[in-house]
């Protein structure tokens, strides 16, 4: 039998650090807007399957909203830059962080391997314990209610990650680490290295001519690289029934009654002093000194208005309502469900500042909280039935004849001409998804398109006019042509020269200096450099170079090697000895580091291949519709 839980305690602080991170990362944004466009009570809607296996909407929120806190506080944002969520890709991120959990699980399902309810309790035991004393029931539910994850889901959680651990145990125990491979990882941390180099650049290279005869045979070999795609101007209607305008019955609400949260909430209010970079001893200060003026006797909202630099609080006397778990950072949530009422917290740190905190309230929502959820909900929805129906009524009379722009007049809704685009550049209106646009450049000219739903607003779109792809003539084009050929030739001419070089100092014996100055080139000298790091501005981290510098020996000279658009050709001036003493020493550790990254990198090749067949056979499928309702 396999040793496969040799390294239990380990991983099981592994685990728990995974999974509790994973889970407590759930908190919406104080001061901040939500994770762009992430929605509220779709829980239970199925956002992808791996295999027959369920990824809902709840689990993938958490993961989403957990990579947005991490890029927020990476980035130091107060809000979140949706154009950057959007670039980043967060909610790709995130649901393929989920999908390689899921196939992972199944791939190991599909060897037998199997996590008995027993070895999943102790699991679990390990994790919710104090000194070995396992908390409690009621208290592991509280912890798991407070992070927003049902008992159910966390256990099917640490089930595939049970289930994962053991698969890579099975695939990885036969993976051992050769002694090249060893001497090999010393060198590449240990050894260092000193070159000189010349660079070839082809942006020195400004005089390059352009005969005519030239250009135009440039220019007919490489029409394809001049073609403007097809472009298309639309009239646009967004139709949007904002939820207040609408009224709900009493049946609607009732409907949305089951759905309404029960959770403990607080009302509370704050004083926030914000932490500039390099003044946080001058925010504490002044923070410390408004704590001194509270306890003292002084009034709290006044204080809150006066000097509070929160300012949707501030002018309510730093008043934030109600609010469940997970709905502030978690160290304001933490302070805030600790306080009793009346209760003057101290200074609590949190990323945007100073806090402090006073509890009002504190209370399990009573009937007429969770009726104001359910008529908000009830709002939502019908408000965006009435967004469908009305876009669907002048999609109907424009369909039957009618004038798009009467139409919408008719109804109070301005339309509005856009520029030009490419299907590349997307329709530009927000929440115009890639399938809009794509129904826009399949329809005819004259023809609507729509209602599409863009996240609760509803858009048609009439195709106006189409620009036909083409290739323009050389004469339209001529100075775009001259500076593509330009860049060519220059590039062409500094490989050249470099080939030229490293020929005159390697076949033809020519000193490396010497030659370097007959060719009139810069020498350059690195300091000593370890293999991954940054040499300097024109060798950067190139892998090339690296592999190159390190596997020649002094006096040795590289191929031309091509970095950030410039040809460098270097010689190797010294190279430390390898030291078979500090290699020795550091064997054992080298081995067991060497051989965990080789075990990583075979289990990651072989979760991808699992992945890749699961979508050959059409097993994995994801919503993406529902994401896009989640994310905006």
């Known amino acids: 039998m396999l040793p496969l839980f040799r390294r239990r305690k380990e991983w099981v602080r592994w685990v728990m650090l995974a999974v509790i991170v ?19 009570g779709l829980g239970h809607r199925e956002v992808a399957s791996v295999a027959g296996q369920p ?12 990579l947005y806190e991490t890029y927020r506080q990476v980035y130091q944002l107060d809000r979140q830059d949706p154009n950057v969520v959007r670039q980043l890709g967060i909610e790709q991120q995130a649901l393929n962080q989920l999908i390689r959990q899921y196939a992972a699980a199944y791939a190991a399902r599909e060897l037998g391997l199997q996590v008995p309810p027993d070895e999943l309790r102790r699991a679990i035991l390990q994790i919710f314990s104090n000194d070995g004393v396992f908390v409690g029931t009621e208290q592991y539910k509280q912890i798991l209610q407070a992070n927003n994850i049902s008992v159910s889901e966390f256990e099917a959680a640490m089930q595939r990650d049970l289930l994962a651990e053991k698969l890579r145990e099975v695939l990885t125990d036969g993976i ?11 060198a590449e941390t240990n050894q260092q290295v000193k070159v000189r180099y010349v660079v070839f650049d082809p942006e020195s290279l400004t005089d390059v001519e352009v005969p005519e005869e030239r250009l135009r045979e440039f220019f007919e070999t490489r029409q394809e690289d001049f073609r403007e795609p097809e472009q298309r101007k639309v009239t646009l209607v967004s139709v949007y029934v904002r939820p207040t305008d609408v009224e709900v019955t009493e049946e609607d609400i009732a409907r949305e009654m089951p759905q309404a949260t029960e959770d403990e909430q607080v009302h ?40 509070s630099e929160d300012p949707a609080s501030a002018a309510k006397g730093g008043d934030l309502g109600f609010f469940g778990r997970g709905q502030m950072v978690p160290e304001f949530e933490q302070a805030a469900f600790a306080l009793q009422p009346g209760e003057i917290s101290g200074l609590v740190r949190s990323p945007f500042g100073f806090h402090i905190i006073q509890t009002l309230e504190k209370t399990r929502p009573g009937e007429a909280a969770r009726r104001s959820q359910a008529e908000f909900n009830a709002r939502l929805k019908k408000a965006a039935e009435q967004s469908r129906e009305i876009a669907q009524q002048i999609a109907q009379e424009v369909r039957a004849g009618a004038s798009l722009e009467d139409v919408a007049a008719k109804h109070s809704i301005e339309v509005f001409q856009t520029r030009f685009f490419s299907e590349a ?10 399938d809009f646009t794509r129904q826009i450049f399949a329809a005819q000219t004259g023809s609507l398109v729509g209602p599409y739903d863009a996240a609760g607003r509803f858009l048609l779109a009439r195709v106006d006019e189409v620009k036909p792809s083409r290739i323009p003539p050389l004469e339209e084009i001529r100075e775009q042509v001259i500076a593509q050929y330009r860049r060519q030739e220059a590039d062409q001419l500094a490989r050249d020269n470099a080939q030229a070089f490293f020929r005159a100092v390697t076949a033809e014996g020519k000193d490396f200096e010497a030659a370097a100055a007959e060719s009139r080139l810069s020498l350059t000298t690195t300091d000593f450099f370890r293999k991954g790091v ?11 170079v690296h592999d190159q510098a390190f596997s020649l020996q002094p006096g040795g000279v590289s191929t031309p090697v091509l970095v950030a658009g410039k040809y460098i050709v270097f010689q190797v001036v010294e190279k430390t000895p390898f030291d078979e003493e500090a290699f020795q020493a550091q064997r054992a550790s080298i081995a067991e580091q060497l051989a965990q990254q080789k075990r990583t990198e075979f289990f990651n090749a072989y979760i991808q291949n699992i992945i890749e067949n699961l979508r050959r056979e059409n097993l994995i499928l994801i919503n993406q519709e529902l994401v896009r309702d989640l994310t905006g």
């Open 22 to 40: 994973a889970i407590g990362m759930t908190t919406v944004l104080l001061f901040v807007d939500t994770p762009t466009g992430m929605r509220v």
């Open 55 to 66: 990824i809902t909407a709840g689990e993938f929120g958490r993961y989403y909203r957990q």
């Open 176 to 186: 051992t680490v050769t002694e090249e491979e060893l001497r090999q990882a010393f």
């Open 268 to 307: 509370a209010r704050h004083i926030l002093i914000r932490v500039e970079e390099g003044k946080e001893d001058e925010a504490r200060r002044k923070a410390e000194d408004i704590l001194r003026r509270l306890r003292s006797g002084e009034n709290f909202e006044r204080l809150a208005r006066e000097y």
């Open 425 to 434: 550049e997307g329709v530009p209106t927000a929440g115009a998804g890639r």
């Open 534 to 544: 940054n040499i300097d501005d024109n060798l950067r981290f190139s892998p090339e």
